[in-house]
C-alpha cells in the first residue's frame, strides 16, 4: 500500500502546483534546473536524391536530329572500288535517298526508327555495285550535339557493296 499512497501524493502536488499556476497572483515562476546534457547519436545526414542518368552531350535524344536534307563525306579506306572516295548524299522527305561518289551513283529508300537507320538500294550506275532491293541495311546512326555530323555504324547489312562504304561512314550537313 506504500505504492499507492505516494501516487496520490504525487497527485496532490501536481493538483497544488496546477491551482498556484492558474490562480490570478501567480507567485514568479520557478527558476528552470538544468538538466543534465545527454549527447544523442546524431543522424547521418540525409542521402541527396540520386541524379536521374545523363545522356552523355555527343548523344541527342533518339529522334532529336533529322537526316532529311543535303549531307557530304568521304567513304572510309577499305575493300571497295570507292574506297576513300569524297560521297554526297540527299535524304529526301519522301525517303527516297541520292547518293553519289566520283566514280558512281545510287538510288534507294530509307526509314529511321529511334536511332536505327535502314536502308536499300534501288538503282546503281555500277551494276556490280548494286544491292537487291530486298536486302535491307540496318545502321545505328551516331550525331554530334549539334546534329549537323552522323557517323553510321553497321548493326547488319548482307550487301557485300554497300556494307564497306556505309560502315563507320562519317557525313558532315552541307549548308
Not at 551516331?142 to 554497300?162: H, I, K, M, N, Q
Amino acid at each position: 500500500m506504500g505504492s499507492r499512497n505516494s501516487v496520490i501524493s504525487i497527485s496532490i502536488l501536481l493538483l497544488s502546483t496546477s491551482a498556484t499556476l492558474s490562480g490570478c497572483n501567480t507567485p514568479a515562476a520557478p527558476t528552470p534546473v538544468a538538466e543534465p546534457s545527454v549527447a544523442l547519436p546524431s543522424a547521418p545526414p540525409p542521402t541527396p536524391p540520386a541524379a536521374p542518368p545523363s545522356v552523355p552531350p555527343s548523344a541527342p535524344a533518339a529522334g532529336a536530329c533529322s537526316l532529311q536534307g543535303q549531307w557530304s563525306g568521304r567513304i572510309n579506306p577499305g575493300p571497295t572500288p570507292f574506297s576513300n572516295s569524297p560521297v554526297t548524299a540527299d535524304y529526301r522527305a519522301d525517303h527516297t535517298i541520292a547518293w553519289g561518289t566520283n566514280m558512281a551513283r545510287f538510288t534507294g529508300t530509307w526509314q529511321v526508327a529511334g536511332d536505327t537507320f535502314a536502308v536499300t538500294d534501288t538503282s546503281c550506275t555500277i551494276p556490280t555495285a548494286a544491292c537487291p532491293s530486298n536486302e535491307i541495311g540496318h545502321y545505328r546512326m551516331e550525331w554530334s550535339p549539334a546534329c549537323d555530323v552522323v557517323t553510321f555504324r553497321l548493326t547488319d547489312d548482307v550487301c557485300d557493296g554497300r556494307r564497306p562504304a556505309l560502315s563507320d561512314l562519317r557525313l558532315t550537313r552541307s549548308p
